[in-house]
């Protein structure tokens, strides 16, 4: 099993462009969950999603869209970039809620350093 | 919203020194406290976690402490080795999804 896989590893974009990042598991995870890390803070959390078809926001979700039209995959979409989007950013899948009593921990992918200028 | 406050920031240890970090948080209503480990330049890793229905877990070197009543929750690491030198990261979720995360502890063991 490969886990949790990102693409891109490492992207450059001026401001006001757009782009869209990839995160994929193959462990049947429901949820999925867009963070970004930025120096001297911890992670913050995007997005996440519960399921195929469901999104919600989390900490941070201005200046970001995602999708999840099938359950193995959750897109992070920035629409027009801004320098403040400059983060490393991570994806995380788990198999249940963190509401839940079950093992629940999460799985991060290999993280996405992007550079807005 | 929830907001976890992590202390020290820094911390260097002996090799076979002890380390604790602590963290607070704001929302009775938390109920579940992770504890990742990150490298530099890798992905965050959970490495022990503890809910509010346990004041105390173990793994091997690793525990971790809950005090419900204060708010906050610590990491322990005994017989500290150069490999557990890394960021670590504290976390607390209430009843939905979204987990907040601490600053991180940069935590560097000297042979």
């Known amino acids: 099993n490969a886990g949790v896989t990102q693409t891109p590893k490492f992207r450059v974009l001026k401001t006001g462009q757009s782009m869209t990042l990839l995160c994929a598991q193959d462990m049947n995870h429901e949820y999925m969950y867009w963070y970004r890390q930025d120096p001297g803070m911890g992670l913050r959390l995007i997005h996440y999603s519960v399921g195929e078809g469901t999104t919600a926001k989390g900490e941070v979700p201005d200046g970001y869209n995602v999708s999840r039209l099938k359950k193995q995959n959750f897109l992070l979409g920035l629409e027009s970039a801004a320098p403040s989007q400059t983060s490393v950013y991570f994806c995380a899948s788990s198999y249940g809620s963190l509401r839940g009593g079950g093992y629940n921990e999460q799985f991060f992918g290999p993280g996405t350093r992007l550079t807005v200028l | 919203g929830e907001n976890v406050e992590q202390h020290p920031s820094t911390l260097s240890v002996q090799e076979g020194d002890s380390a604790v970090i602590k963290c607070t948080y704001s929302?009775?209503?938390?109920?579940?406290f992770p504890w990742y480990k990150q490298e530099l330049g890798k992905r965050p890793q959970l490495i022990i976690d503890i809910r509010s229905n346990v004041g105390e877990k173990k793994d091997q070197r690793i525990a971790v402490t809950l005090n419900k009543t204060a708010k906050h929750f610590s990491l322990h690491i005994t017989e500290t080795q150069p490999e557990d030198s890394a960021v670590y990261f504290c976390?607390?979720?209430?009843?939905?999804?979204?987990?907040?995360f601490g600053a991180g502890t940069r935590l560097t063991v000297k042979p």
């Open positions: 976390a607390a979720s209430i009843l939905t999804d979204d987990m907040r």
């Open positions: 929302d009775s209503a938390s109920n579940y």
